[in-house]
């Protein structure tokens, strides 16, 4: 035997792997964009079901989301909680455009450049008692880690940490 009919013969038994396929599927014009991975080891009866799957046709350009997982599914809610935020800062007139305000009432959205003072506001606050903050940049909110400690061990860790106030003394005449 020679040199190419033994590398013939190698090559033959070569399996080639397969490739993963993505959690989210974003189809424009037909191309695929995958965004983020998943594992193979998941049955093919698993692999043909989806957690949610949208097709939108929107002036000839047909973008199609699928999400296979719960990674999926919330990688697939973020990206429509920051396209909505854009879409409602850019029906604004020019004039009133903030770029920080909440998508829908509900999830507080800012584009604006980050400022140490924002991003402080945002992750150190011992101030607000509220363990979630609105985000400094981006959509959503960010955890305040200042209240981390009165969430886990409850109020009355907080209440023993309160100032000491004196007693008043009324003013005499």
């Known amino acids: 035997m020679n040199v ?6 190698a090559l033959s038994r070569y399996v080639a792997p397969q490739k993963r396929r993505p959690n989210v599927q974003l189809s424009l014009f037909d191309s695929p964009v995958a965004l983020g991975r998943r594992r193979e080891a998941e049955s093919s009866s698993r692999r043909s079901s989806k957690l949610v799957s949208v097709e939108l046709d929107v002036a ?4 199609e989301l699928k999400a296979k997982n719960l990674s999926g599914l919330l990688v697939w809610l973020s990206l429509d909680l920051t396209i909505a935020a854009v879409i409602q800062e850019l029906m604004r007139p020019r004039q009133f455009r903030t770029w920080h305000g909440k998508v829908a009432g509900v999830v507080p959205y800012d584009f604006r450049k980050p400022t140490v003072g924002r991003i402080l506001n945002a992750v150190w606050a011992p101030d607000n008692p509220r363990l979630l903050t ?8 960010t955890i305040n880690w200042a209240q981390v400690p009165r969430f886990l061990f409850g109020a009355k860790r907080a209440a023993a940490t309160r100032t ?3 007693p008043r003394v009324a003013a005499s005449r």
């Open 134 to 141: 609105d985000t400094a940049f981006g959509v959503g909110w």
């Open 4 to 9: 190419a009919t033994k590398a013939g013969q």
């Open 60 to 63: 000839g350009m047909a973008v």
């Open 164 to 166: 000491y106030e004196p």
